[in-house]
């Protein structure tokens, strides 16, 4: 990804820094292309639609293990860190909010297709019929 591309080539890594950058540039890429493969499969319609269980196993399963890969992340994060010179961790701090989207930045994407988000039908602003017609909610 262009992102870690720049922000390798900007830190001026020595060879010995190197290795901890492949490391956590690795372990990023790996996550960012978990994230593709989910997303494509939320969008390739299966033959049936899963149960409300099934798809909310599989939101548990799809966070836990996006948890782990940014806990692996973190921790090659830290270790490249603690092996930067002074100058180079002022650009890795100032650097590191344009790797959000690498790392999870739309986490509100679950993998699963959420309905909820969805646009509702115009004219309803989001409300059941009844409660559009200014009866009680059912």
Same mark, same amino acid.
């Given at each position: 990804d262009y992102?870690?591309?720049t922000l390798q080539e900007d830190l001026k890594l020595s060879p010995a820094q190197q290795r901890y950058f492949d490391i956590f540039a690795d372990r990023v890429r790996a996550?960012?292309?978990d994230m593709m493969r989910e997303r494509e499969r939320a969008r390739t319609p299966g033959l049936t639609q899963p149960t409300t269980p099934q798809q909310l196993d599989h939101l548990i399963d799809v966070t836990r293990n996006r948890m782990t890969a940014l806990e692996d992340i973190a921790a090659s994060a830290k270790t490249l860190y603690e092996n930067l010179n002074a100058e180079q961790k002022l650009l890795a701090d100032s650097r590191v909010s344009t790797l959000? @989207?690498?790392l999870g930045g739309t986490a509100g994407n679950s993998g699963v297709p959420d309905p909820m988000r969805q646009k509702p039908p115009a004219g309803s602003l989001g409300r059941g019929p009844r409660e559009r017609d200014g009866g @009680? @909610?059912?």
């Amino acid at each position: 990804d262009y992102r870690l591309e720049t922000l390798q080539e900007d830190l001026k890594l020595s060879p010995a820094q190197q290795r901890y950058f492949d490391i956590f540039a690795d372990r990023v890429r790996a996550l960012g292309d978990d994230m593709m493969r989910e997303r494509e499969r939320a969008r390739t319609p299966g033959l049936t639609q899963p149960t409300t269980p099934q798809q909310l196993d599989h939101l548990i399963d799809v966070t836990r293990n996006r948890m782990t890969a940014l806990e692996d992340i973190a921790a090659s994060a830290k270790t490249l860190y603690e092996n930067l010179n002074a100058e180079q961790k002022l650009l890795a701090d100032s650097r590191v909010s344009t790797l959000a @989207p690498l790392l999870g930045g739309t986490a509100g994407n679950s993998g699963v297709p959420d309905p909820m988000r969805q646009k509702p039908p115009a004219g309803s602003l989001g409300r059941g019929p009844r409660e559009r017609d200014g009866g @009680p @909610p059912q």
